[in-house]
Nanobody, 124 residues
Framework: VQLQASGGGLVQPGGSLRLSCAAS????????MGWFRQAPGKEREFVAA????????RDADSVKGRFTISRDNAKSTVYLQMNSLKPEDTADYYC??????????????????WGQGTLVTVSS
């Protein structure tokens, strides 16, 4: 499956952005989807995940209550709505697909396909 992430940009602290990740090539509902991020000099970390139907979601503690993951299976697209953004949210954001379609994996090793990053910069 091919993944194309978009929606990154520069936003002021407290602002919002919505990231999108469009999938193609295989049946979208065969995959759980996740978002990860990587800040300069840091390891890639889990942000959020959603099961194949959207019935299960999981968020990292650092974004809980501020970020929301969702998916539109008819459009083969997963979203990450980011509100109340903080400077520490600055990172490259990556979407990924996992064959563990019934779950919400948090481990990078459980993801089989990755999109390119989209840069989010939170700064005044």
């Amino acid at each position: 499956v091919q993944l194309q992430a978009s929606g990154g940009g520069l936003v002021q602290p407290g602002g919002s952005l919505r990231l999108s990740c469009a999938a193609s090539g295989r049946t979208f509902t065969s995959y759980a989807m996740g978002w990860f991020r990587q800040a300069p000099g840091k390891e890639r970390e889990f942000v959020a995940a959603i099961s194949w139907s959207g019935g299960l979601t999981r968020d990292a503690d650092s974004v809980k209550g501020r970020f929301t993951i969702s998916r539109d299976n008819a459009k083969s697209t997963v979203y990450l709505q980011m509100n109340s953004l903080k400077p520490e949210d600055t990172a490259d954001y990556y979407c990924a697909a996992s064959r563990a379609w019934r779950r919400t994996p948090i481990d990078r090793d459980e993801y089989d396909y990755w999109g390119q990053g989209t840069l989010v910069t939170v700064s005044s």
